[in-house]
């Protein structure tokens, strides 16, 4: 398996230099293309528009056109004269952001989504990650705001015996070929843990035949799985995380489970997440 294109959420109003740099650092590497997305929703979408004055809706507009503008000019600056082939796609929609870029996302094979931010901006000019993960049908690539390049010395692969953890290993095959070191985790409860050995040595004989040369990691819960995971990650300093999304519906949205939320809250380690 190989990636052959990526699309880049694009979120207006705010720098994305280091999500562009980490982009055009990894379609170099890769040799695959990327899509640029950016969508956002006028202030009318969100709140009544029978309670805001004409000339706010106006300005609103008005400024949504620079900003699309504005991160139009940053993406291609981004790539432009890299040998990267890349494509450009941005809307002014009352509907979904996250059912537009999922839409526009149908023909990536991995999105890449930049962490942090202020979350207000976030509701108007980008789709949130929640949504895109439980809905784009693809991985998610999560990139901290302080990373700029994708370094795989060691790569952390937080093991259940799930449909989406499954899917993540399988989707993340094109990166863990290029780690330099790939573990596999699994936290066990006592009960569990023979046969967490014996399904992680599975995994690790399935990635050796796709050439991915792994070390198996059955360790006993002591606590909370996420806190546990989490010190693991930073003891053996990796640099990106593959897990699954678990997810159940509430009222309008998707809510994470607490490993994959606190995937998200990592400052300087990538996260790949499917589900």
Not at 104 to 121: K, N, P, V
Not at 229 to 234: R, S, W
């Amino acid at each position: 398996m190989t990636y052959a294109t990526a699309t880049v959420v694009v979120e207006l109003g705010r720098s994305n230099a280091n999500l562009l740099a980490f982009a055009a650092n990894l379609a170099t590497r890769m040799g695959i293309g990327l899509t640029g997305i950016a969508a956002c929703q006028p202030i009318g979408a969100i709140y009544d528009q029978t309670m805001i004055l004409g000339d706010y809706i106006q300005e609103d507009r008005d400024d949504f056109d620079v900003e699309i503008a504005a991160a139009k000019a940053e993406f291609e600056t981004a790539l432009k004269g890299r040998g990267i082939d890349f494509g450009w796609h941005a809307v002014v929609t009352i509907g979904s952001l996250c059912e537009y870029t999922v839409a526009r996302a149908r023909s990536a094979d991995i999105i890449l989504c930049a962490t942090g931010g202020d979350q207000m901006t976030i509701a108007s000019r980008r789709a949130g990650i929640s949504d895109l993960v439980m809905h784009a049908g693809r991985p998610l690539l999560l990139v901290p705001a302080t990373v700029h390049k994708l370094v795989l010395d060691h790569a952390v692969v937080a093991w259940k015996d799930t449909r989406e953890a499954r899917r993540a290993i399988a989707d993340a095959l094109p990166l863990l070929k290029l780690a330099q070191k790939v573990t596999v985790v699994e936290i066990a409860s006592e009960a569990e843990l023979i046969d967490a050995t014996v399904r992680l040595a599975d995994l690790v004989e399935w990635l050796g035949r796709h050439r991915i040369t792994a070390i198996a990691d059955a360790k006993l819960r002591v606590g909370d799985d996420a806190i546990q995971l989490a010190q693991f990650i930073q003891i053996t300093d990796a640099d990106l995380t593959v897990a699954g999304a678990y997810g159940h519906s509430r009222q309008r949205e998707w809510a994470l489970g607490g490993v994959t939320r606190d995937l998200f809250l990592a400052p300087t380690r990538c996260a790949l997440v499917s589900h």
